[in-house]
């Protein structure tokens, strides 16, 4: 092979050659490092540079720098009411006055009222999107929600504290009874008071959800540098594999893992540059791969199927030469992993059973991906009460599907089968059970990973 091989770890590792017995499993620990390595090991030469997406795009991305705000949000101070618009001053509470006592002042006269009251004249109406006058002394400005205030109105009356308590019609000349002593800044929102111009509005390193994309846009922001996906090559592999949507000859099944990997990965922030189904035929698969590197030049090839024990383990049999190393993992399901480089390359191969490559991907790939490529989506992990007993293989890291509930407890689903999609499917969750442990009563506390 003419790239560079990378760290597969040491402990544990079965070379494939069933004539020499190797030293046993490989820890899952020591695999989900020796994954990460070799994504490390790739990326330190390969260092990802960012790239501009527009916002409406950007869903899901990781912002590659920090966002700092390029104006005030608010951009002007505004109502955050319909109401008037007044100096506060002119509602101070008449010194001497006593409530319910009142006092009428016409139109563009002095303001006058009482503890009850303030009458002052109005003047013209403000809608959103225009750019109103200054407020005259004893004036109150009818202004519309979002609507700019005008300069010297440091105060909003709604109009359901006003009388009359509806909008006189644009133009009309009058006057509106106002409470008396309301503070500056009521219902006021100030420019900047969101967030100032040149303030942090997001950190690199956020992945972009509808809120943060809501912030970009709200500020004006229509791109958004954001760190690369890590590019994969997807590949399952079985003469017995056939597209969703075919009909299926006698021995054949539909492929699962294009779709689980693909939407696996896409939701860990990677990207699929293309996937395939092939072939049991060695000289096709690897002819194919080395033209779909040359052509693609993936972060990382992965495939599914083929690394086992069989007479037709094509993945196992085209990569003999290779830097690759297959070897059995103490995890049950996804015990058969293959991991190296192929031209360079890194290569994952995860084994066929559906089951078995779902939690491949969650125990090693995910994981790798959030520590090593900035695309932050570990799993959370919690502590949960089992709702009934589970056995677990001697030597093994089980993994079964659960659904964890808001009460703290995780019902399993299924059993171990690593076939078993219809069950995979109804959980929402991965029961982790560790090595040296082989029996759990019901209402045993276990790790769950939260799927869903
Ligand atoms: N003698 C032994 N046999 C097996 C062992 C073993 O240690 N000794 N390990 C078993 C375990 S555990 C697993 S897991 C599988 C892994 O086998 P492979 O990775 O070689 O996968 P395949 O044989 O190609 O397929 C296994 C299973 O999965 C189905 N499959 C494959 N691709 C897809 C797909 N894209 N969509 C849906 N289903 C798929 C395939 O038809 C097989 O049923 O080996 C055990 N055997
Ligand atoms: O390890 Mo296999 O993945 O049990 O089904």
Redesign the pocket.
Same mark, same amino acid.
């Not at 492929?255 to 294009?258: E, L, P, S, V």
């Not at 084994?351 to 559906?354: A, D, S």
């Given at each position: 092979m003419s790239g560079q091989s990378a760290p597969q770890g040491t402990e544990g590792t079965d070379t494939g050659t069933d004539a020499v017995p190797g030293p046993g499993p490989r820890s899952v620990a020591a695999h989900q490092a020796a994954v990460a390595e070799l994504l490390r090991h790739w990326f330190e030469a390969h260092p990802p540079a960012a790239e501009t997406v527009p916002v409406a795009e950007a869903a899901g991305r990781v912002l590659a720098a920090d966002v700092h705000a390029p104006g005030n949000l608010p951009p002007f101070t505004n109502s955050q009411m319909d109401g008037y618009a007044v100096r506060s001053a002119d509602l101070a509470m008449p010194a001497g006055e006593s409530a319910g006592e009142s006092a009428a002042a016409g139109p563009g006269g002095p303001a006058a009222g009482s503890a009850a009251g303030i009458r002052l004249a109005t003047a013209a109406h403000i809608p959103a999107g225009s750019a109103p006058p200054p407020l005259q002394p004893g004036t109150a400005a009818p202004v519309m929600t979002g609507a700019m205030l005008p300069e010297g109105a440091d105060a909003v009356v709604p109009i359901e504290a006003c009388d009359p308590d509806h909008f006189l019609p644009a133009g009309t000349a009058g006057s509106v009874q106002l409470p008396a002593g309301i503070p500056p800044g009521r219902f006021v929102r100030r420019a900047g008071s969101d967030i100032a111009a040149g303030a942090l509005a997001l950190s690199g390193g956020t992945v972009l959800g509808t809120l943060q994309l809501g912030l970009l846009a709200g500020l004006g922001l229509d791109r958004v540098a954001v760190r690369p996906r890590t590019r994969v090559l997807l590949l399952?592999? *079985?003469d017995?594999?056939r597209e969703p949507g075919q009909p299926l000859g006698p021995g054949q099944?539909h492929?699962?893992?294009?779709t689980l990997l693909r939407s696996s990965l896409e939701a860990a922030g990677a990207r699929v540059l293309r996937s395939r189904i092939l072939a049991d035929s060695p000289a096709e698969f690897l002819e194919r791969l080395r033209a779909d590197i040359a052509a693609d030049a993936p972060d990382l090839v992965l495939t599914?199927?083929?690394?086992?024990?069989?007479a037709y383990?094509v993945v196992r049999q085209a990569l003999a030469a290779a830097e690759v190393r297959f070897l059995s993992v103490a995890m049950q399901?996804g015990?058969?992993q293959g991991i190296g480089t192929v031209d360079g390359v890194p290569f994952l191969g995860f084994? *066929?059973?559906?089951v078995?490559s779902l939690v491949s991907f969650e125990m090693f790939l995910r994981p790798a991906l959030a520590a090593v490529t900035g695309t932050p989506r570990p799993r959370v992990q919690v502590q949960a009460r089992l709702t009934e007993p589970l056995q677990s293989p001697p030597g093994k890291h089980q993994i079964r599907r659960g659904r964890y509930c808001p009460d703290g407890t995780v019902v399993p689903v299924g059993g171990p089968g690593?076939?078993l999609m219809h069950a995979l499917a109804s959980s929402n969750a991965l029961i982790l059970v560790p090595v040296g442990t082989e029996k759990l009563p019901e209402g045993a506390e276990v790790t769950v990973l939260l799927v869903d």
């Open positions: 399952t592999t *079985g017995e594999v099944i492929d699962a893992n294009t599914s199927g083929g690394i086992s024990k069989g383990e399901p015990g058969p084994p *066929g059973n559906p078995s690593s076939h």
